[in-house]
């Protein structure tokens, strides 16, 4: 019990006031600063996101720097795969094609980026 005579954790009365106050605890008050740090790092994460893609969004199509090209083409080969009724599949193979993609981080125009095109030649697509 404290000084009160309320046991520790327990609401009592606020003097003459009609409300009751509960104490706040320093695990509560830790707990609301983690959150509260928590949520500006989440925060300040997004933000950084948008921006990065608005710079890559304006770096293509205003072309930033002025001797880059933002389009490029690689060459691409899809694969069809069939499935058979015996659990096997069966592969049937295109001949590589150009595609054309975007030299940016992220897809942009409806393309995807040249980097990513270039580490995934093959395109397979099930039936």
């Avoid at 046991?7 to 983690?34: C, D, H, K, V, Y």
């Avoid at 880059?68 to 094609?97: A, I």
Wanted: charged letters at 20%.
């Amino acid at each position: 019990m404290d000084n009160a005579g309320n046991e520790a954790g327990r609401p009592q009365w606020n003097g003459g006031a009609s409300l009751w106050t509960a104490r706040i605890t320093t695990a509560e008050i830790m707990g609301t600063a983690i959150k509260v740090v928590a949520l500006r790092v989440l925060l300040t994460t997004i933000a950084l996101a948008a921006l990065v893609y608005a710079g890559d969004r304006i770096s293509i199509v205003y072309r930033i720097p002025k001797g880059r090209e933002p389009f490029g083409s690689v060459q691409v080969q899809k694969v069809f795969t069939v499935k058979l009724k015996n659990q096997k599949k069966e592969y049937m193979f295109d001949p590589p094609q150009p595609q054309q993609c975007v030299h940016s981080l992220f897809p942009q125009l409806g393309l995807a980026p040249c980097w990513y095109l270039e580490r995934h030649r093959t395109e397979e697509v099930d039936y």
